[in-house]
């Protein structure tokens, strides 16, 4: 039998393998569950998810005390510029 790869594992450490996030303000943009989150929420000084279905961040909120989430569109991301030191945008097309 073939086995293949977790996707989300595949791109969690894609990110991390381009970029560690220890100590910075992440945004991900487009976060859903959180499923992608999940993965640097640790090691970021502030994590921050936004997404524009309530449901997909009131999942998010209950697995991951840790980050932060706001109900927003990428169009209007509700922060000041230069809030952030990276920002995600993956698997939100």
């Known amino acids: 039998m073939t086995s293949f790869p977790d996707s989300e594992q595949v791109e969690a450490g894609s990110i991390r393998a381009i970029l ?19 993965h640097y929420a640790d090691h970021a000084g502030w ?9 997909e961040v009131a999942l998010a909120r209950a697995d991951l005390p840790r980050a932060h989430f706001a109900l927003a569109r990428a169009e209007a991301l509700p922060f000041p510029d230069s809030s952030f030191d990276v920002a995600v945008f993956a698997w939100s097309l």
């Open 47 to 55: 994590a921050v998810g936004v997404d524009p279905d309530p449901d």
């Open 20 to 38: 560690n996030f220890d100590g910075l303000h992440v945004l991900e943009v487009g976060c859903g569950d959180g499923r992608l989150l999940r």
